[in-house]
C-alpha cells in the first residue's frame, strides 16, 4: 500500500496484561499448511515459478462454520482462494479466474483480497488490480468476483471502479457480505490524487454497495475526506443494523525506511442506511506511527501502526494496533459498546521487550475476543534466523484479562521474499470468529513453510 501510517502510547489508563510475565508459554496444535500446487494457465508459471504465499483473508458463512474461504495473493498464479466444506479439514485451491493477462484477464498483478460471505451463502472477493503501464499511465480497478455455490466455480470479475493514475489511484480495498439482507454487499476503498513522481498525500474513502449478489455495484461516491492519509479501511456490521466503516487517519509518512513517529487516530464513520448517508468521523483511539526493525540488523520491516484490525460482535466494536517503542513494544486493544459511539480507555494486551506486530482481532460466537500477532520473543541475537513466532491470545470479559498462546513458529523472518520496506508476509492475516472457537489463516517461512519461501498456515482454535 501506497500509505505508511501510524501508532501510539501517550498517557492512557490501561488495565493490562504484560505477556513479559506470562511463567509459562502454552501452544496450541500445529497449524496445517493450505497452500501449495495450483492448475494455474501455463502462461501464468513461467519457466521456473516461485510461489510466496502472503497477505491472506479469511471468511466463514453465517451459521455454517464448516463454510471457509481464504484468499491470498501468490506468485505467479495472482490471487488463490482456497475453500473448505468440512471446517477447516481439508482444502481445495484454484487461482481466481479472469484476473491476470496471462490467463485472459487485464491485470499485469493484484494485491489486497478481502472475502466476505453472506447469509445467502454468496462468496465475495474483492482484489485491486493493476493493468499494465501504458504511456498515460497505469490503471488500477477495484474488482469484485463472486461465487454462488461456495466457491467451486467463480463468475467473471465486475470492476466495481476504474482510474488512472496519474491522477486518481485506487488502493486498500475492503468488502462485506451483509449478514442479515440477502444479495447485499458493501465495498470500501481509497482514491488518492497523485502527480507523477509525487506521493500521494490526501486521500477520499470511496463506497459502492451491491444489491444484486454482485452483479452490478452502485456509483462509487466519496464518504470521507480529511486533511490527512485515511487507510486501512474495514467495514463492520452491528447487530443494531449500523454499518461502521473503521480506518487509521494521520499525515502521510515519508518514503523512506525509518520514518519518523507521528501522531494519528483510528477514526470511524457510521451510517445507518447501508451506506447512503454516513456521520461525521469518531475517534476510537489515538497513539504514535511506529514501524518495527530487524532487532539484529535494524533493517526496516514491512509493519507500521497503519496494521490496524478492527471486528464488532453484536453492538460492541473493537480496535487493535501495534506500537515499537525501542526497547519494548505494545499491542492495545479498545473496545465500544454502543456501535462505536463512546470508546473505553484502551486495554495493554501485550508488552514485550521484543517487537510485536500485525495484530488481527475476531469475536467468537460467544464474545471471546481472539487477537493474533506476530513479535520477535525468542530471537537471540547474532543469530542468522530471524526467529518469529505466532501468538494468540483470548479475552472472555470483554478486553480486560488475557490468555496468551503460542500458535505457531519460529520461522525466519529473514528468509521470506522482500517488497517495499522490507520482508513481505502481507499488511493483514486472515481470523474469524466461529460458534465455539476462532479459524485463522496467516504467513511462516523457511524452515517451517514446504512449498516455497512462505506458506499459507491454517489453524482451528478453541475459545
Known amino acids: 500500500m501506497r500509505a505508511r501510517l501510524a501508532a501510539a502510547l501517550g498517557a492512557l489508563l490501561v488495565t493490562s496484561c504484560d505477556t513479559a510475565q506470562e511463567p509459562s508459554e502454552p501452544s496450541l496444535p500445529p497449524p496445517r499448511i493450505i497452500s501449495g500446487p495450483v492448475s494455474a494457465a501455463a502462461a501464468c508459471t513461467g519457466p521456473s515459478p516461485s510461489a510466496r504465499p502472503a497477505e491472506p483473508s479469511l471468511a466463514v458463512a453465517p451459521g455454517d462454520p464448516r463454510q471457509l474461504v481464504a484468499a491470498w495473493l501468490e506468485n505467479p498464479a495472482g490471487t488463490v482462494v482456497a475453500v473448505s466444506h468440512d471446517g477447516g479439514g481439508t482444502w481445495s485451491r ?45 490503471a488500477y480497478d477495484i474488482v469484485v468476483t463472486v461465487s454462488r455455490d461456495h466457491g467451486t466455480t467463480w463468475e467473471p470479475p465486475v470492476v466495481v471502479e476504474s482510474a488512472t493514475a496519474p491522477p486518481t489511484q485506487p488502493d486498500k480495498e475492503a468488502i462485506l457480505a451483509d449478514p442479515r439482507h440477502p444479495a447485499t454487499a458493501f465495498a470500501v476503498w481509497v482514491d488518492y490524487q497523485v502527480t507523477s513522481g509525487v506521493e500521494p498525500t490526501v486521500n477520499r474513502v ?190 472472555r470479559d470483554r478486553g480486560v484479562h488475557w490468555t496468551l498462546r503460542r500458535a505457531a513458529g519460529p520461522f525466519d523472518l529473514r528468509s521470506v521474499p522482500r517488497a517495499r520496506f522490507g520482508p513481505f508476509i502481507g499488511d493483514y492475516m486472515g481470523l474469524v470468529g466461529l460458534p465455539d472457537g476462532f479459524a485463522a489463516a496467516f504467513v511462516q517461512g523457511k524452515p517451517v513453510s514446504r512449498n516455497g519461501p512462505t506458506d499459507m498456515f491454517f489453524s482451528r482454535i478453541a475459545g
Open 94 to 138: 484454484s487461482p481466481l479466474p479472469g484476473l491476470l493477462t496471462c490467463a485472459t484477464g487485464r491485470y499485469a498483478r493484484t494485491s489486497d483480497p478481502w472475502v466476505s460471505i453472506g447469509q445467502d451463502g454468496v462468496t465475495y472477493v474483492a482484489v485491486l488490480g493493476i493493468r499494465p503501464a501504458t504511456a498515460v499511465g497505469t
Open 206 to 395: 470511496m463506497f459502492a454497495r451491491t444489491s444484486d449478489s454482485g452483479r452490478t455495484w452502485s456509483t462509487p461516491a466519496a464518504i470521507y475526506s480529511g486533511n490527512d492519509e485515511a487507510q486501512q479501511n474495514q467495514l463492520l456490521l452491528t447487530a443494531g443494523g449500523v454499518l461502521v466503516d473503521v480506518f487509521v487517519e494521520g499525515p502521510t509518512l515519508p518514503s523512506a525506511p525509518h520514518p519518523p513517529p507521528l501522531p494519528v487516530k483510528i477514526r470511524l464513520i457510521r451510517s445507518t442506511d447501508q451506506g447512503t448517508t454516513w456521520s461525521t468521523p469518531i475517534d476510537a483511539a489515538r497513539f504514535t506511527f511506529t514501524n518495527a526493525v530487524d532487532p539484529g540488523t535494524g533493517g526496516q520491516l514491512r509493519f507500521t501502526g497503519q496494521n490496524i484490525s478492527a471486528t464488532s460482535a453484536g453492538n460492541a466494536v473493537y480496535v487493535s494496533w501495534f506500537e515499537d517503542h525501542g526497547d519494548f513494544s505494545t499491542v492495545f486493544v479498545a473496545r465500544s459498546e454502543d456501535a462505536g459511539l463512546h470508546w473505553r480507555a484502551p486495554q495493554l494486551v501485550v508488552r514485550e521487550k521484543a517487537e510485536a506486530f500485525l495484530p488481527t482481532l475476531a469475536v467468537a460466537g460467544d464474545a471471546t475476543i481472539g487477537l493474533l500477532w506476530f513479535d520477535f520473543r525468542h530471537f537471540t541475537r547474532g543469530s542468522s534466523a530471524l526467529d518469529t513466532d505466532v501468538w494468540f491470545s483470548t479475552s
